[in-house]
């Protein structure tokens, strides 16, 4: 945490960022921007990885200093945000929290050694006015909001991974309480549980917040206002995420008519000064024409970033269901000690299960024994032998090779190929010319998921596993994921801490706690409601058919329409498969001929073919039937495209 002690806290006073410019490395990241940040609200942050987010924090703690402009906020305010060395030592969580309100921690030494009756006085006046001696619970609740139960709260810091001291880190910042709380991508280091405890904390914070996240859930629901950085520009738009992305796209929609009229207003301009600027008749207006298009002041054009889709390959032959079956299987990583036990579970070629669950309670343990990383220590796993299984983690980004490019991971994969083949299949997915020969050190978190994504899939799996895809995405990144797994036509397993992402790609939620796996029958508003009640006494698990039911069941008790929803959703994506298949066989076909088309010309350009009328009359031939084919085609595919878009925006 950063920034110094003291001082009433005003609702007045803002942060204002005035004129401020900033290189890092030669490259400009922040270009003369001006914005002024609401005092004592929430704001979210957003703007595509790599433009300089993070940075901005960085100048607004003064760690980094501005090349022109500055930052202002009142100087007794106290600025807090989360730094990435998270001490290992041996003091206990809940000590490590607690020292982080510097004040109360003086006064607590100050009076041990005070003598002074007076001061004495004056320290524990002012230790019950701010609250002291409730400091422990306070820092205990936050502690256990982020997942540490009373038990871990008294072990050192030492003890628990980079990730789980990270959580440490935010639990101490959220405990100080300061005037200008910064967060930047704090959802990385939680689950799904830690997210929803933090958003309902965030929605009480009673001072300036700063939140740098692509959680699009999190910025729904707490965010005010949104702080936009674009073009090395900054603006503020009033409302939450969704408002703020409706008034964008108005803005940009306006912008591109307004761009259109002035550039046929131009163009209009400019043919009748070319037409009449020497006919003496019309001299004087062909000159007020020129005046008035020198004075016309251009309006940008609109530069949208594309963001490359992600495509995940169907399997080339549907397997039976079900795909995976356990019966009393237990799972765990030591002799006699099952991480999960008597798990009856089975999962059919199209089903779309989102995993819930509390970091620790086994839920990458389940992932890594579905994909065969660990094997059954009890009872039975039955799968397909001809099964494939891609399965994704952000550890693994750390194992692809540092030294090696994208082209060189894809030549791996593909050994016979010719390298034409090889960077053709790097383009699809994502790494042209640009990229394909950028070691992968050099490239984004990103750019290394993307990469990931495409060598765990390459060979087109049968089921994807999916743990914790998004911490690297943006938030147009993460729709384009979206979309890709909703086009996918295997089964996927899916953990993270997305809301937005469950929500739009789970059919089904299983709740992985207490060492087992059950499915959930509530859905992601009902988990919500019981993690946040504070009563709650037992965990919402349904037990599969035949096993019986808890003695509690969750309240409320969501009713049997969302497993008929979730059944209605799997029988509608079968039914539009062969739409689908059919616009991308289509596609195919038209990329293919085009090529064709391209060849042929290029042949009927050589002046060996031109100067032979026989052979000259044949390739023309042959482009023509081409063509005819590619119109065919297009044809083809825009029916089926329409047809497919029409149906799934009916449903």
Not at 191 to 204: K, P
Not at 326 to 355: C, F, Q, T
Not at 392 to 398: E, G, N, P, R, S
Request: charged fraction near 25%; proline fraction near 5%.
């Amino acid at each position: 945490m950063t920034g110094a002690t003291g001082g009433a806290k005003s609702p007045t006073i803002m942060l204002h960022i005035n004129d401020l410019t900033f290189r890092m490395e030669g490259r400009l990241l922040l270009d003369h921007v001006t914005a002024a940040i609401p005092p004592g609200q929430r704001t979210g942050f957003v703007g595509r990885n790599g433009t300089g987010k993070s940075t901005l924090l960085k100048l607004i703690t003064g760690e980094y200093g501005p090349e022109t402009g500055g930052i202002s906020y009142p100087k007794s305010w106290r600025v807090g945000m989360v730094r990435q060395e998270v001490l290992a030592g041996p003091t206990p969580l809940i000590d490590t929290v607690l020292a982080a309100d510097v004040e109360r921690t003086a006064l607590l030494a100050e009076a041990e050694t005070a003598t002074d009756p007076h001061r004495i006085a004056e320290i524990h006046t002012r230790l019950a006015d701010m609250g002291a001696h409730a400091a422990p619970a306070k820092a205990a609740t936050i502690l256990s909001g982020l997942g540490f139960d009373e038990a871990a709260q008294a072990r050192p810091c030492a003890d628990f991974s980079g990730g789980w001291r990270m959580r440490v880190a935010l639990a101490a910042v959220l405990f100080s309480e300061p005037d200008l709380l910064l967060l930047d991508e704090p959802t990385n280091y939680l689950d799904l549980e830690g997210t929803i405890w933090l958003e309902d904390y965030l929605r009480s914070y009673p001072y300036t917040v700063l939140i740098v996240s692509h959680d699009r859930d999190l910025l729904n629901n707490v965010a005010q206002n949104i702080l936009h950085l674009e073009h090395k520009k900054l603006s503020v738009y009033s409302g939450n995420y969704d408002r703020f992305d409706k008034t964008r796209r108005e803005k940009l929609m306006l912008q591109l008519s307004m761009k259109k009229k002035q550039d046929d207003a131009r163009r209009h301009m400019e043919s009748f000064i070319e037409r009449f600027k020497a006919k003496a008749s019309k001299a004087r207006q062909a000159q007020s024409r020129m005046k008035a298009l020198a004075k016309m002041e251009p309006i940008a054009d609109v530069l949208q970033e594309r963001v490359l889709p992600f495509h995940f390959p169907a399997p080339e032959k549907s397997l039976a269901s079900p795909i995976i079956r356990l019966e009393h299987a237990s799972v765990g990583y030591e002799p006699d000690k099952p991480v999960l036990s008597n798990l009856d579970l089975r999962i059919d070629h199209d089903d779309r299960i989102a995993l819930l669950g509390a970091n620790g309670n086994g839920k990458s343990t389940f992932a890594k024994l579905l994909c065969d990383r660990l094997s059954v220590s009890s009872g039975h796993k039955y799968a397909s032998k001809k099964l494939r299984i891609a399965y994704f983690a952000q550890h693994q980004l750390d194992e692809l090779n540092m030294g090696e490019t994208p082209y060189e991971h894809f030549r791996e994969l593909m050994p016979d190929a010719t390298i034409a083949q090889v960077r053709a299949r790097a383009g699809s997915y994502g790494f042209g010319a640009d990229k394909a020969d950028t070691k992968v050190e050099k490239l984004s978190g990103g750019e290394k998921a993307r990469l990931l994504f495409a060598i765990a899939t390459f060979h087109k799996p049968h089921m994807i596993i999916l743990d914790e895809p998004t911490n690297h995405l943006d938030v147009d990144s993460r729709e384009a994921l979206v979309m890709a797994i909703n086009e996918y036509d295997g089964a996927f397993i899916l953990i993270s801490h997305d809301r937005h992402l469950v929500e739009t790609c789970a059919d089904r939620l299983w709740l992985v706690a207490d060492g087992g796996v059950s499915t959930y029958e509530g859905d992601l508003n009902d988990y919500r409601k019981w993690l946040l009640d504070p009563a709650r006494r037992v965990i919402p698990l349904v037990a599969e058919e035949g096993e019986g039911t808890p003695e509690e069941a969750p309240a409320p008790r969501p009713s049997n329409d969302k497993r008929e929803a979730r059944r209605l959703a799997a029988q509608k994506r079968e039914q539009m498969a062969p739409l689908r298949k059919k616009a991308q066989a289509a596609e195919q076909e038209i990329a293919r001929l085009q090529k064709a088309v391209e060849a042929l010309d290029a042949k009927l350009a050589d002046p060996k073919v031109s100067g032979d009328a026989v052979a000259m009359a044949a390739t023309a031939k042959e482009r023509a039937d081409a063509l005819k084919a590619l119109a065919a085609a297009e044809e083809v595919w825009l029916e089926a495209s329409t047809t497919y878009e029409e149906a799934m925006a009916a449903s």
